[in-house]
Antibody, heavy 115, light 106 residues
Framework: QVQLKESGPGLVQPSQTLSLTCTVSGLSLTSNSVSWIRQPPGKGLEWMGVIWSNGGTDYNSAIKSRLSISRDTSKSQVFLKMNSLQTEDTAMYFC?????????WGQGVMVTVSS | DIQMTQSPASLSASLGETVTIECLASEDIYDILAWYQQKPGKSPQLLIY???SLHTGVPSRFSGSGSGTQYSLKINSLQPEDFASYYCQNGLSALTFGSGTKLEIK
């Protein structure tokens, strides 16, 4: 069955770079697209960006300058890198399979930005 | 980017009641809209896609409607497991979410 699982550091210092990995199983990244979505504590969902099945990317205009999404199809992994982190980037980060909609989600990884 | 305005922000209802949540897009999204349910500490779950199509395994008491810029999610005969947060999502461009509706038990 389709599964996605996020991994990465739970704590990042301000101004540093966040690196997260989404490992997928039960689907091929060459025929499926994956998005990153985040949710600050007690707040709503924010779509961050997508890597399409053809390897192209699109990003939320609000964070585009800080964000990069890439993948390794041989390892079934999707990567998120976001630089210049601030406290307001503290959130649960999810990856999800993306068509027009998000039908499979990972469990999420909590990232806290603090010194 | 397309903005999604969701209302109400919170809603209190009793078991067995029927509730409706609204979502207004800043431009026509041609029914490319989804609704999600999220319970505390869990990932969101897809309920409705293409504005009115029920996702696999979703109970029929959930229904979606609307067109153009105006959409709604209706939940008939509320069950205990329905008390959660709900989000709409535009699938046309920039994939933006509404701000969410927290449904609480009265």
């Amino acid at each position: 069955q389709v599964q996605l699982k996020e991994s990465g550091p739970g704590l990042v210092q301000p101004s540093q770079t966040l690196s997260l990995t989404c490992t997928v199983s039960g689907l091929s990244l060459t025929s499926n697209s994956v998005s990153w979505i985040r949710q600050p504590p007690g707040k709503g969902l924010e779509w961050m960006g997508v890597i399409w099945s053809n390897g192209g990317t699109d990003y939320n205009s609000a964070i585009k300058s800080r964000l990069s999404i890439s993948r390794d199809t041989s390892k079934s992994q999707v990567f998120l890198k976001m630089n210049s982190l601030q406290t307001e980037d503290t959130a649960m980060y999810f990856c999800a399979r993306n068509s027009y909609y998000f039908d499979y989600w990972g469990q999420g990884v909590m990232v806290t930005v603090s010194s | 980017d397309i903005q999604m305005t969701q209302s109400p922000a919170s809603l209190s209802a009793s078991l067995g009641e029927t509730v409706t949540i609204e979502c207004l897009a800043s431009e026509d999204i041609y029914d490319i809209l989804a609704w999600y349910q999220q319970k505390p500490g869990k990932s969101p779950q897809l309920l409705i896609y293409d504005a009115s199509s029920l996702h696999t395994g979703v109970p029929s008491r959930f229904s979606g409607s609307g067109s153009g810029t105006q959409y709604s999610l209706k939940i008939n005969s509320l069950q205990p497991e329905d008390f959660a947060s709900y989000y709409c999502q535009n699938g046309l461009s920039a994939l933006t979410f509404g701000s969410g509706t927290k449904l609480e038990i009265k």
